[in-house]
Nanobody, 122 residues
Framework: QVQLVESGGGLVQPGGSLRLSCAAR????????MGWYRQAPGKQRELVAT???????NYADRVKDRFTIARDNARNTVYLQMNSLRPEDTAVYYC????????????????WGQGTLVTVSS
């Protein structure tokens, strides 16, 4: 099975930066995409950014030009560099993994991390 280990959340002032990390641990056949979603209090979970195995990225409009997603394929780790943070970026950030499980079943897998809190406040 796959487990996601997240790190990097915390408290930052408006305009500041944080970097989130998420490592996929365990056995799987293929990693198709990893990404970050977030959920603010009282709101639905929303896409932040994703990256596929070939490096194709996708960003929510509200974070484009401020956030950058990157991936270390050798370490099965995805990073989210967040710059120019705003109070409205405050949320629990969840890592997401989509891929194919290991033999013999090769099942489609979707795994979520436990979430890491990002608070942007002065």
């Amino acid at each position: 099975q796959v487990q996601l280990v997240e790190s990097g959340g915390g408290l930052v002032q408006p305009g500041g930066s944080l970097r989130l990390s998420c490592a996929a641990r365990g056995s799987f056949f293929r990693l198709n995409a990893m990404g970050w979603y977030r959920q603010a209090p009282g709101k639905q979970r929303e896409l932040v950014a994703t990256i596929t195995g070939d490096g194709t990225t996708n960003y929510a409009d509200r974070v484009k030009d401020r956030f950058t997603i990157a991936r270390d394929n050798a370490r099965n780790t995805v990073y989210l560099q967040m710059n120019s943070l705003r109070p409205e970026d405050t949320a629990v950030y969840y890592c997401n993994f989509k891929g194919i499980g290991s033999a013999p079943l090769y099942r489609n897998l979707e795994v979520w991390g436990q979430g890491t809190l990002v608070t942007v406040s002065s």
